[in-house]
């Protein structure tokens, strides 16, 4: 047996020692929205003060306590007459992309933009000569103009179209207004391939934020490193489609990877094995966790005691997976509504562990099922967190409630799939594993767009309740 753990490493600690943050510049006036726009992508609840004239300071790296997977310098916008600004981001800029570690350099650049009025002008001369030269300034970082407060667009928009105008007009001159009003000026000022969004931090824009976020990680991925891009998938608590999509690929960069006849895991124990894995997945959804909960030894216990089960309640799910577990979690919070009762999740027994979970790994058909079930239970209990508690702390209560909601939509089918898949364990085996863990967690996913309105369904979650294990 294999006495040290740390040469299993996990592959998301590997990333995060070339990447532990992502690095990103904001810019923008005072007032133009870009504190609660990084409170929004990033689901941070502390204060990102938007300073006066004269105070900010661009070299200042602010990383909040309760998601340090991102970085923040803030500069002031670029106005008219004040070259001085304009040249303290030019010269940080030219020295973060000198640095030789990605950690160090920016990885990419928000430049907030207040929609003009319909006699205003959207770019302040200063901004205006950033644009221009913004390839020879940024290189390959990902410049982003973002057009915030569509909302108050929209329905300044709206009100001056008055109700005589019907729906499809109504949307024609939303975007022939933007285009007028940004795009078109934008494009003359900084070419025809400028990356843009326009945002708004209402809760029913969040779609907007999720845009933003998207094409954030896309550039940076093709033009920065795959690193920092996974770095922005883990630090941003907006898009659980990228956060499906982060687990997935880091699962398969090693431990998800041939399982049937991995040697990776050789001499170590199952519950070493396991807890490899995952470590590798809570990584990725980066939950505001400042009692480690989803990393104890009790939680893993939860997860582990009906692994081998295949006789499990099973529970007919009539709708899709998101809808099936706001359905089975408005059924737990019911019945929590009177007085506070503990919910109760047996952990597994100390006999029933050592049975197995201390055995050294072996191939076998039995071991890699359980591999497969345990990847796959846990980024379903890891999606159904993300509905509960996307700002955290996390707790023990919601943590039972989002096993709970699991148990009563389709863990039983997700079991029965696993349990009945047939896999050669013989080396050259292919990749049948990996196949059926993705597809299971894909039919078992929770779509990007429905995210704020199962949230809605589901109703207010008491975070600050806990309990017990």
Known sequence: MIDDIRQLQSTSSSILEICPRFRLLVIGKTGVG??????????????????????????REFIA?????????????????????????????????????????????WLCLSIPHADGRLLESGVEEFLKLR????????????????????????????????????????????????????????GSDILHATVSTNEEYERTIRQLVDLTTTNVEKYVASEAALAMMIAQ??????????????GEKRYWRGLASSMNFTGFTMLDCLSVIHKDIIDVWNFNDPHCHLASDQFKALILKDLDKVDLPHTAQAFEFGLSVVATIASILSSLSGPLLPIVVPIAT?????????????RTNIVLRRIMTYIVDLTCIMQILFLLAPTGPI????????IKGYEGTCKSDVHSAIQSHCVSVTRGGGDDA???IVRLIKDHSIKAEDVQNLRTKIGHVDLQVDEEW
């Open 434 to 436: 990996l196949e059926k």
């Open 237 to 250: 608590r907006v898009d659980i489609g990228l956060k499906l999509k982060a687990s997935i690929a880091i």
């Open 65 to 109: 306590e309760e998601n340090e997977r991102f970085v923040l310098h803030d500069s002031q916008g670029f106005e008219a007459g004040d070259s001085m600004i304009f040249k303290t981001a030019k010269d940080f800029i030219d020295r973060r992309r000198k640095e030789p570690k990605l950690q160090d350099k920016i990885h990419a650049v």
């Open 395 to 402: 707790s023990r209560h919601v943590i039972k409630i989002a």
């Open 350 to 362: 100390g006999v029933v562990l050592a049975k197995w979970v201390y055995d050294t790994y072996q």
């Open 135 to 190: 390839k020879e300034i940024l290189g390959n970082i990902p410049l982003i103009a973002v057009f915030t407060k569509h909302d108050i667009f929209v329905d300044k928009l709206e009100y001056d179209a008055g109700e005589s105008c019907d729906e499809v007009t109504l949307e024609d001159l939303k975007v022939n207004t933007l285009e007028k009003l940004c795009i078109q000026p934008l494009k003359e000022a900084a």
């Open 34 to 59: 870009k504190s609660s726009l990084i409170q929004q992508a990033f689901k941070i609840n502390e204060h990102i003060s938007e300073h006066k004239r004269g105070e900010a300071d661009i070299d």
